[in-house]
């Protein structure tokens, strides 16, 4: 503080009033922002949570309806799912495809709010202040499953963990069946 300061109350006065209203029209503005945000974000759920992500399996024996946050609200088998493959591969595709209906909607999800979360830079505002960034984790707090890799995984078009083989022939059995060889046995 100066001496000219010291010797004027009433300009210190004046110069305390006008950072204190500079200040206050910081704040309003913050509030404001805060107010505009916050009706987005209650928009944005909204509208998540009626969202739903449906996806088929590339030989449509399977369908999986997630919602969106992932969970999963409906599964569907065509009934020849239980005649072309074995209980294994169809448990596979229906696992996969659940994982990659599941990572689409969280994906979806994090990139529509990801722009909602940015908090503004406190030190541009308050001297001196810490980064509010610097608070927060900014990695999620898991990683949803990749829609691509599992795909990949479920076409083989990438390799990954073993697939499971494919299979030619449906039918399991050979021309003869262990029945007719009983008969037979007569």
Known sequence: MSARDESDPAARRRELENRNAALHGQIDGMLADLRRRTAEIQE?????????????????????TVDASGTLQKL???PKAFERGTPDRLAATITSLIREATGTAQQSLQAEFAG????????????????????????PLFTPPDPATERASRTGSEPRAAAAPEIDDYDDFDDDSFMDDRRRRR
Request: no cysteine; proline share 6%; charged share 20%.
């Open 116 to 139: 909602l979360a940015e908090t503004p830079d406190l030190p541009s505002i308050v001297e001196g202040a810490p980064m509010l960034q610097d608070f927060f984790n900014s990695s």
């Open 44 to 64: 944005k759920q909204a509208e998540a949570a009626q969202r739903t992500h449906q996806l088929t399996s590339e030989d449509g024996m399977v369908t999986a």
């Open 76 to 78: 569907e088998l065509s």
